[in-house]
Structure formats: C-alpha cells, structure tokens
C-alpha cells in the first residue's frame, strides 16, 4: 500500500488498503466464532456434568433402597447390624474460575 501511494498510484493504494481491512475483518470474525464455539462447547459439557452427577444420584437413592429392602427381608429380629451404603459425594458446580481454565484449554486445544 506504501508502494504505491509513493509511486502516485492513490486508487492503487485505496485498493490494498481496502484489502488489508478485509482481511482484518475476517481474521476477527473468524476469532469470535471460535470463541463462540468454545462457549457453546463449555456449556455442552457442564450440562452433561449435571446429567451424568443427577442420575449418579438417583442410582445411589435406588442402591439405598434396595438395599434397605434387601436388610429388612433377610435381617432376622435378633441382629441388629445394619450395612449402611456409602455415600457418593456429589461433584459440585464448576466456579467461575475453573469455568475461566476450562475456556482457556479448549481454546489452546480447539474444538473437540
């Protein structure tokens, strides 16, 4: 674009200029769709986090009562052990800033 306009060539140097904002232009849309796709990416993956710890969940609520079923049938009145189920700590929500590291690495590896 200096070339040219040093050459006298203004319309020649308006057309790579116009150029070069062209292709800044793309380079940050193409920036924001990447970060846009990694949000989306994130969220897909917490949602399914919370998916996977309710029916972990729900599988501990079922194994307590079955097992509750099973001890009251083959308890005898005289024995007094009860076998307790252990419990399944449930993972807690991500924080802002583990969601913040999350971002980061998906974006340093791409989208999965």
């Given amino acids: 674009m200096s070339v040219e306009a040093r050459r006298g060539r203004l319309s ?3 057309a790579w200029g116009r150029l070069r904002d062209m292709a800044l232009r793309q380079i940050s849309d193409r920036t924001r769709l990447e970060a846009r796709v990694a949000r989306v990416a994130s969220r897909a993956s917490i949602d399914t ?3 996977i710890n309710a029916t972990a969940r ?3 609520q079922s194994a307590r009562v079955v097992g509750a079923v ?3 049938r083959t ?3 005289s024995s007094s ?3 307790e189920v ?3 700590h449930p993972v807690p929500p991500l ?3 583990e969601r913040r590291r999350h971002a980061a690495r998906a974006r340093k590896t791409g989208p999965p």
């Fill in 12 to 14: 020649r140097a308006l």
């Fill in 49 to 51: 986090l919370n998916e």
């Fill in 70 to 72: 099973a001890d009251a």
């Fill in 95 to 97: 924080s802002r800033a």
């Fill in 58 to 60: 729900s599988i501990v």
């Fill in 75 to 77: 308890r005898s009145p």
């Fill in 86 to 88: 252990q419990e399944v």
């Fill in 81 to 83: 052990k009860v076998q």
